[in-house]
Structures are given as structure tokens and as C-alpha cells.
């Protein structure tokens, strides 16, 4: 594993303890999903109770199945809980809404003006009890969850906070995989926009939304912490760190190389209804020897993913080009625009292997996207001390690990 860098994409950052939290980063083993089945969460409390939440960068939301949470139907799979189907689980979630002291609807919370456009379970006289809301994941294709919004206290390591709850009333089969009980997303702030539950497959621009703020962005308000998150993935073995705040110089060695994020306003954004996205711009991919110059090609950063999802048309054009006599013939290269003439330049092992025809081949840590971006899972992210700065400019920093992160 190398990482080769320009000295002007290196920023200076300040390591402080004071006004930083660090908190353990699990592994999310997935059902029938083997090793390789994994997204990562941390422990936290909503409304004082504790549960297990996927740190996501590819959303914004918090939101948290219930015990009553039920399947939608729009795949035709009644899937009563928790049996969604005969290979997937749905998570019954442990967060019960009239357990919590501090929940408030959304529509009626006294915490913050609560503005909702897309009210629900309304009666005959348009008096409206919740404020419903609907979201997508991954493909984008259907509505995953849907179900209504709250204010509740939420904490981490206890440092809590009164924010915005997605509380699911229907999920999608296989959204989730114990002992994961809900999402703490933590993507751009600026996409925190919900349509509400009953425009299925018809997001769009005229359909009104609610529009609450993000729960990271009030959380790490409320703390005074710096907008920076610093992350070491760990293994199935040893649980890594996630510091909110700042990064742990404990945990990388060597300087932080950062790339830029495209802007979420740029018509160039590969998902134009995902602006909460933290998009890189490739500008090179390879394979063993096999390295090619790319032009107009994106990459989105996705904790919440195990896998690489390559560009269909890199993946088709790179698996088995390239020839090898072992597998350490095989390492996978990203070059993405630093800003200079000079890329940040990164060499992961283990996504393809020499294949018996003497050629490199991806393995199951790699599959073909179905759009034409790249989505950089955990497969990727594992190797490397990572940075999210949310700062401006946002970038995405990568360090060389200690063997503190990556034993």
C-alpha cells in the first residue's frame, strides 16, 4: 500500500485533544453477507436509549428504525418483521418513541421552529398529526424508508444535543443488517431535504419538502467542535476510531494528503438528486500496469458501502487487463484532482487478484456500479487513515496508518 502526494495538497491541521470526542468504530457484519458484508457504526443514545447506528457519509439524516417499523410492499414482499425475506433480515430497532422523555413531533417540537410542508396522517378536516418524510439510498431507484419526523435528544459518549429524528415507519427489504438499528448520516449538511411518504417513485422537483437542519451540524454546534472527522476503520477484530473534531495522531503517520470535493452546486455532479454526496474528481485508474488518464469520471466517498462499485464502463474495460505472474502484480491505483497539476495518488491491494490465465482479476470486494460513478466503500477506506473535512474548501484527506489503526 502506498500513497504518493503533492506537497500543495498538504494542509496543516491542528492536533488538539481539548474539543475532540473519539469513540470506538464497529464493524457491522452483515447477514448472510460474509466478512465482506460490513458498513461501520458507533454507539449512541436517542431519548436515552442506547443503539447501534451505521456512520454514514453517503446521507445526512438520523433516522431509526422502530419495533413497529413494518416492510413497505413496493418490491411485493410483504416481509413482515423481522423477516424480510428468505436471505435478508430487517432490523426491528431497539428505539421506541414513547420510551423516550424527549421526543417531540416535529411539527409541534419546542426546541426549534419546525417548518413541515409534507404533513401526514391527516384527518378529514386537514388537521395533520405527523410530518412525514421519505428517503433514498444506494441506487436511488425507490424509497428505502419512509415514516415521520421528531426532535429528540441524541448523544454520543455522552455529549448529547436536540435534533432531527427519521423515525421509519416502513423500510425497504435489506436496508439494514443487525445489530445496526438506524443511520447517523454523516454527508453534506446542505441536503437535508425530505419529500413526504406518500410520493413514491416521484421525487422531483415540485413535490414540497421539509427541510430540518442536520443533526451532525447541531451536534457538533452545540460542542464547539471544529468540522472535521477523522477515521480509522479498524478490522473485524479490533473496533477503530472515529474523532469528531479533529483527527488522532496516534492513529497515521506521515502527512494528511487532502483532495477537493466537487461542489454540490456543479452541473458536473454525477447525482444531481444526492448533493449531500462527498464527490472526488478521478482523473486516473489502474490495475497492476494498467493505468489510464480519465476525464469526466466521479467517485463518491461511502462509508455506509462495503464494497468498490466501479464505473461500469471502468470495470468492464479493467477487470482481466492487465497481466500478472501474482497478486501482488495487482494493486488497484486512484489518482483524483488535487487541485494541482499533481494528483493525490492512492495504491490499494486486495480488490484484484492474479487470476490462473495470468491476468488481474477484481475480486468480490469489487463490483460494477450500476450508474456510471464510482462509489469508494469500505474496501478502499479500510487501508487508510481517513479525513472528512467539512470545512471550506471540503476535501477528503488519506494518511498512512500506524499499525495502532491497521495492526
Known sequence: MMLWFNLAAVLSLGIVVQGQVTVPLYKNVGVNMGDDGYAVFIKATIGGQPLNLVLDTGSSALVVPTPTTTCNTINSDPCPLPVCSNTMTCVSGVYTPANSPTMEYYSSSSYAPSYCNTPTNCDG??????????????????????????????????FSADVPVGIITQLQPGWQRAPAAGTFGIGRPANMCFPGPDTYGSFGS????????????????????????????GTPQQPGKVTFGGVDSSLFTGPIVFAPFLSPNSPDHPRQMFRDDYTLSMTGFGVGSELSQLTNRYAVVDTGTPRLLLDPDMHKQFNGASTCSQDGDCDVIFHFWSGSPTPVSLEVPGLAACSSAGTCSFTTYVTSNTQP???????????????????????????????????
Request: hydrophobic share 35%; proline share 6%.
Open 125 to 158: 378536516w386537514n388537521q395533520c398529526a405527523r410530518c412525514g418524510f421519505a428517503m433514498r439510498y444506494g441506487s436511488g431507484q425507490i424509497d428505502e424508508v419512509n415514516g415521520y419526523l421528531a426532535w429528540d435528544e441524541f448523544g454520543i459518549d455522552g
Open 206 to 233: 415540485n413535490n414540497p419538502v421539509t427541510c430540518p437542519r442536520q443533526p451532525l451540524r447541531i451536534w457538533m454546534e452545540q460542542h464547539k467542535l471544529v468540522d472535521k472527522i477523522g477515521m480509522c476503520m
Open 373 to 407: 460513478f464510482t462509489i469508494i466503500g469500505h474496501a478502499v477506506l479500510q487501508h487508510y487513515y481517513t479525513v472528512l473535512d467539512r470545512t471550506l474548501p471540503e476535501s477528503f484527506g488519506f494518511a498512512q496508518p500506524t499499525s495502532a489503526c491497521v495492526p
